[in-house]
């Protein structure tokens, strides 16, 4: 987008292209707001690489990358969305200004709808071998590991949801949980038992091992302080997810424990700036992301409408 000051100016600028932006886009449009979504990857973020969604109400089983699709056809219905634009730099005041990588926008009010990136190992090797051999979304990179030995690392629903997945693409699986209980849904936890996919409890990796990819990793029994090496040609880590903070943090906007503070209309520390969805912290589902997307965009309605209304009265 090149365009004049006009074309790049909105009530309300989006950053995030997840369920909580896209909801936050539609909602912003209905109530009479200009609006736009930017995201520096594609549009419906982390739904994208979820095998199947079934707790999405009114879809009792649906792809993820399906119900991605849904939700962005219907955002652009409403507003424009752009993707794989990087917000590069914020500046706030009476008017806000976004600076990507393409172009400069500015803005009454802005939503910050970052979500949650993949939480590291931290592990030697680690970055070393990151695509080869090392990956953060089964869905994305399975298919280069059929018919291979893989270990997957976790144990809440991600990580039972990655080796059932992986286990359906013919992989050899194993389970490292650092813990001697998975904290994941009833459910998953059956149907590893009934695929018969092993557990190393009480473990950890310490170090990923390989020459030009991976070959091994070494596991710590935590319980009986022993180690060894495990062969394997992937390792999938799937242990929580990092809240993307930076852009925030860089304005200003309060955070704890890494994720935004927000009240319960979406709001920040920083009038007309907003945020909703994991980044936000909660139970970071897709259906609480999209509830809190259209919530802080009729917040940010309300905001500018209204400019004498105070959330206290």
Request: proline share 4%; hydrophobic share 45%.
């Given at each position: 987008?090149?365009?004049?000051?006009?074309?790049?100016?909105?009530?309300?600028?989006?950053?995030?292209?997840g369920p909580a932006g896209l909801a936050a886009g539609?909602?912003?449009?209905?109530?009479?707001?200009?609006?736009?979504?930017?995201?520096?990857?594609?549009?419906?973020?982390?739904?994208?690489?979820?095998?199947?969604?079934?707790n999405y109400p009114g879809f009792p089983k649906i792809a993820g990358w399906e119900l991605a699709e849904k939700l962005?056809?219907?955002?652009?219905?409403?507003?424009?969305?752009?993707?794989?634009?990087?917000?590069?730099a914020i500046n706030t005041g009476e008017?806000?200004?976004?600076?990507?990588?393409?172009?400069?926008?500015?803005?009454?009010?802005?939503?910050?709808?970052?979500?949650?990136?993949?939480?590291?190992?931290?592990?030697?090797?680690?970055?070393?071998?990151?695509?080869?051999?090392?990956?953060?979304?089964?869905?994305?990179?399975?298919?280069?590991f059929r018919n291979k030995a893989v270990v997957v690392v976790g144990g809440g629903n991600a990580a039972l949801t990655d080796a059932l997945y992986l286990k359906s693409l013919g992989c050899e699986v194993t389970l490292i949980h650092r813990r001697d209980e998975f904290r994941a849904e009833h459910h998953l936890k059956e149907a590893v038992k009934r695929e018969a996919i092993p557990v190393l409890w009480n473990s950890v990796v310490e170090e990923i091992r390989g020459d030009e990819a991976v070959t091994g990793v070494l596991v710590k029994n935590l319980k009986e302080g022993t180690t060894r090496e495990i062969r394997t040609d992937g390792v999938f880590i799937a242990i929580g997810e990092k809240p993307n903070t930076e852009l925030a943090a860089s304005i200003g906007v309060a955070l704890a424990d890494g994720f935004i503070v927000v009240d319960r209309s979406g709001r920040t520390n920083?009038?007309?700036?907003?945020?909703?969805?994991?980044?936000?912290?909660?139970?970071?589902?897709?259906?609480?992301?999209?509830?809190?997307?259209?919530?802080?965009?009729?917040?940010?309605?309300?905001?500018?409408?209204?400019?004498?209304?105070?959330?206290?009265?």
């Open positions: 987008m090149t365009g004049t000051e006009k074309e790049t100016a909105f009530d309300l600028l989006i950053i995030g292209a539609i909602y912003a449009a209905r109530s009479g707001l200009k609006a736009v979504i930017i995201d520096k990857g594609a549009a419906g973020g982390q739904v994208l690489a979820i095998p199947a969604v079934e962005a056809a219907h955002a652009r219905n409403y507003v424009p969305i752009k993707e794989g634009e990087e917000v590069k008017i806000i200004t976004v600076v990507t990588d393409r172009d400069r926008y500015t803005a009454r009010a802005l939503l910050f709808a970052t979500g949650a990136g993949p939480r590291q190992l931290g592990v030697p090797g680690e970055a070393a071998f990151s695509g080869r051999g090392v990956s953060y979304c089964a869905v994305c990179d399975g298919f280069f920083i009038p007309r700036v907003y945020a909703a969805g994991d980044v936000t912290g909660g139970v970071r589902q897709i259906v609480t992301a999209v509830s809190e997307g259209a919530t802080a965009a009729l917040a940010a309605f309300t905001d500018l409408t209204k400019p004498y209304w105070s959330p206290q009265q």
